[in-house]
């Protein structure tokens, strides 16, 4: 059965080639893709976000400047996107921006930090409330220190869940009634397993199991609470058992009917497809379906989960596939081309 709409999504780029910025394409109830607009000329739009309301989308400005990087605010239009504001992330290179309410959570990657904002009522951000500095390290080449990967509000709770592929961890936190970070009394940090690398993460439906994508050693790690901690119950390898060459995971979502787990590789350049167990939350692997080209740095699915949209980086493309929302397998639709596409935001 057809999607019954189409849907426009953004696409945050990198804009050391051909890219000026933040794009606007859609997607028929066909799965074909469309290119609407440029929306907003802005410097290494990487990863985006908006509020609830679709009146707000935020986007990191991934540089260094004077030891920050920024975010920037714009009100949603018809038509474009209406620039509002800039406020310093709090450290170097932020690849990454969350948003719930009117809190705000922006992870720095080469800051090894995560910067907490809010939006005003004019649809701006506010400066910069609080900084979480990371410390620590792993045991690869590429945990010397704290790299903040991603940062995630718990749609449950009021905790912060920080994923830092330097210090290989996750940190657990929360924000006071002074604007301010918190560490859990209960558990500052669960440790991954050495090398892997903890990239972005997804929230199971139930909100009681959580799917963490490491980069560095490509595998899905189940976390579960025992108790009041919690633990990495399970992991399992994104990858084929025949492929040996060089892949790092990078981006993970899962169907709205948590059935069906999607993880993208980078090098093997492919979506990893799992059922999960809706008893325990274990994963089954599915199979493994070509991108269509290089680096897929970031993908998402529609908002009826009948398609997935993937962001080729290295090959400057598009690819839209229809979801069997039985098999979970994915049938290619569509290609258009795209400047260094990193982000998709439905």
């Known amino acids: 059965m057809n999607s019954p ?22 997607i028929s109830n066909e799965g074909k893709l469309s290119f609407v607009g440029l929306q907003a000329k802005t410097n290494n739009p990487s990863f985006l976000a908006k509020t609830i309301d ?3 989308l935020l986007a990191v400005d991934e540089t260094e400047e004077d030891g920050t990087g920024f975010v920037k605010s714009y009100k949603i239009t018809k038509d474009t996107l209406l620039y509002k504001s800039k406020s310093k992330s709090g450290g170097a290179h932020p690849c990454f921006v969350s948003v719930k309410n009117n809190q705000v959570l922006v992870a720095n990657y080469s800051g090894g930090s995560i910067g907490y904002l809010k939006i005003d009522d004019k649809n701006g951000l506010t400066n910069l409330l609080d900084l979480q500095q990371h410390f620590g390290k792993g045991t690869t080449e590429r945990q010397q220190k704290p790299h903040a990967h991603s ?38 940090k669960l440790k991954m397993q050495d090398g892997a690398g903890p990239r972005h993460l997804t929230f199971h439906p139930n909100n009681n199991w959580i799917y963490v994508l490491n980069e560095l050693d490509n595998t899905v790690s189940l976390i579960k609470k025992e108790g009041n901690m919690y633990v990495v119950s399970s992991s399992i390898s994104t990858l084929p058992k025949s492929f040996t060459k060089l892949s790092n995971g990078a981006d993970i979502h899962i169907s709205k009917d948590g059935e069906f787990l999607y993880a993208s590789n980078r090098g093997h350049d492919s979506i990893v497809i799992y059922k999960a167990n809706s008893q325990d939350g274990l994963l089954e692997l599915v199979g493994f379906e070509t991108v269509k080209g290089k680096n897929p740095r970031n993908f998402s699915l529609t908002p009826d989960d009948n398609f997935l949209v993937v962001a080729n980086q290295d090959t400057n493309n598009l690819i839209s596939f229809k979801r069997d929302l039985k098999t979970g397998k994915l049938i290619f639709i569509d290609e258009i081309k795209a400047a260094n596409p990193v982000c998709v935001l439905f």
């Open 54 to 56: 679709n009146k707000t």
């Open 151 to 188: 940062a995630w509000f718990h749609p449950k709770t009021n905790e912060i869940i920080a994923v830092d592929l330097g210090t290989n961890e996750l940190w657990f936190s929360s924000i006071d009634k002074q604007d301010n970070f918190i560490f859990s009394e209960i558990q500052q």
């Open 5 to 26: 709409v189409s849907y426009q999504f953004f696409v945050g780029t990198y804009t050391n080639g051909d890219s000026e910025g933040i794009y606007k394409y859609s």
